[in-house]
T-cell receptor, first 114, second 113 residues
Framework: GENVEQHPSTLSVQEGDSAVIKCTYS??????FPWYKQELGKRPQLIID?????GEKKDQRIAVTLNKTAKHFSLHITETQPEDSAVYFC?????????????FGQGTTLQVKP | NAGVTQTPKFQVLKTGQSMTLQCAQD?????MSWYRQDPGMGLRLIHY???????DQGEVPNGYNVSRSTTEDFPLRLLSAAPSQTSVYFC????????????FGSGTRLTVV
């Protein structure tokens, strides 16, 4: 069935360093790839997304890249700050049945050390 | 707009009890989904719906039922609660063309003892 793999499961960086989280997906028909940030005890919040007709998208300190051939996409956070500490989830929309079904990766716990 | 509203926020059930988790959205979103979140396992899709009267199973549907009688509401029913259903449950919705990310509710923390 559809599957999204996310790595690493935990990531610790020093404030100011960059962080990269990678995901792979199994269904080549997927056409939409959002990233969510979840702070402790709160709901997941959409932070950036990318569609299959775009290779890269940036929004201030965060960027997402997509390689459709390899079926993987990545989240890049530059100049990390302590408030970036959270759990990050990637997801892929399985477009083959046009149902809007969104499958998530297992999550990455990012710790930014001051 | 209230967005996606889930009730209750916390619930403790005894094994074998049944209950319904409520979810309502006021954004006229066609797509709605239920996820459960367990440590180290991310968000797993339980059931989803593309519109009133249409539902389908996700990755982990066993032990749960859903219905979608209106666009606004998408309740999740636990038929006979088991300790394995202890989790945080999130309801989410998105616009009808499905090419947008979901907006999540605040979650329901369920403990089955």
């Amino acid at each position: 069935g559809e599957n999204v793999e996310q790595h690493p499961s935990t990531l610790s960086v020093q404030e100011g360093d960059s962080a990269v989280i990678k995901c792979t997906y199994s269904d080549s028909a997927s056409n939409y790839f959002p990233w969510y940030k979840q702070e402790l005890g709160k709901r997941p919040q959409l932070i950036i997304d990318i569609r299959s007709n775009v290779g890269e998208k940036k929004d201030q300190r965060i960027a997402v890249t997509l390689n459709k051939t390899a079926k993987h996409f990545s989240l890049h956070i530059t100049e990390t700050q302590p408030e970036d500490s959270a759990v990050y989830f990637c997801a892929a929309k399985i477009a083959s049945s046009n149902t809007g079904k969104l499958i998530f990766g297992q999550g990455t716990t990012l710790q930014v050390k001051p | 707009n209230a967005g996606v509203t889930q009730t209750p926020k916390f619930q403790v059930l005894k094994t074998g009890q049944s209950m319904t988790l409520q979810c309502a959205q006021d954004m006229n979103h066609e797509y709605m989904s239920w996820y459960r979140q367990d440590p180290g396992m991310g968000l797993r899709l339980i059931h989803y719906s593309v519109g009133a009267g249409i539902t389908d199973q996700g990755e982990v549907p066993n032990g749960y039922n859903v219905s979608r009688s209106t666009t606004e509401d998408f309740p999740l029913r636990l038929l006979s609660a088991a300790p394995s259903q202890t989790s945080v449950y999130f309801c989410a919705s998105s616009p009808p063309d499905g090419i947008y990310g979901y907006t999540f509710g605040s979650g329901t923390r369920l403990t089955v003892v």
